[in-house]
């Protein structure tokens, strides 16, 4: 079936270091791909998104690009804050799905020292 | 613009009482609804769905239930907590149909079993 592997945390950096949380999945067909940021004590919020191979999505410095030849989502973002500490997931959606479930990478936490 | 609730924000119970948490969803009309639980520290798991009004699909066996008496609203149910109920417990919805939505998650109830 359909999964994704995140890199495992945490990842621990100092302030304007540069970050990249790997994220690879296995899917049939074409799978839509997400990343979602949760701030301590609160839900899930979207941060990127991608629907088709080479989309790059982009949100608030962070930029992750669809790569279906290497299956992968990585995020990626120049210069790190502090308020930028969270727990970041990678998701798909199948293609063909039309219950919209969302299989979710285990997380990986973002410590970001000043 | 679409929005979610969900309520109470936290709430302690002893072993063996009932549960009741509520989600809603404004903007929207025939939404796919979503719980998870999300254990301290680790990922989400998707407990229920459903495409409509009165279609609940269960992905775990497990002491919970979900009901969805109206088309955006969707209850999460216990008659008798465990203590490994506690957790933290999200709501979520996506538009229907297939295509490429995203899943949007409310602010989540913390629960914590006595």
């Known amino acids: 079936g359909d999964s994704v592997t995140q890199m495992e945390g945490p990842v621990t950096l100092s302030e304007e270091a540069f970050l990249t949380i790997n994220c690879t999945y296995t899917a049939t067909g074409y799978p839509s791909l997400f990343w979602y940021v949760q701030y301590p004590g609160e839900g899930l919020q979207l941060l990127l998104k991608?629907?088709?191979?080479?989309d790059k999505g982009s949100n608030k410095g962070f930029e992750a690009t669809y790569r279906k030849e290497t299956t992968s989502f990585h995020l990626e973002k120049g210069s790190v804050q502090v308020s930028d500490s969270a727990v970041y997931f990678c998701?798909?959606?199948?293609?063909?799905?039309?219950?919209?479930?969302?299989?979710f990478g285990q997380g990986t936490t973002l410590q970001v020292k000043p | 613009s679409q929005t979610i609730h969900q309520w109470p924000a936290t709430l302690v119970q002893p072993v063996g009482s009932p549960l009741s948490l509520e989600c809603t969803v404004e903007g929207t009309s025939n939404p796919n609804l979503y719980w998870y639980r999300q254990a301290a520290g680790r990922g989400l798991q998707l407990l229920f769905y459903?495409?409509?009004?009165?279609?609940i699909s269960s992905e775990v066996p497990q002491n919970l239930s979900a009901s969805r008496p109206q088309d955006r609203q969707f209850i999460l149910s216990s008659k008798k907590l465990l203590l490994s109920d506690s957790g933290f417990y999200l709501c979520?919805?996506?538009?229907?149909?297939?295509?490429?939505?995203?899943?949007?998650f409310g602010d989540g109830t913390r629960l914590s079993i006595l």
């Open positions: 991608a629907t088709k191979a080479d």
């Open positions: 998701a798909l959606r199948s293609g063909s799905s039309n219950t919209g479930k969302l299989i």
């Open positions: 979520a919805w996506s538009g229907s149909g297939q295509g490429n939505q995203p899943q949007h």
């Open positions: 459903s495409v409509g009004i009165g279609q």
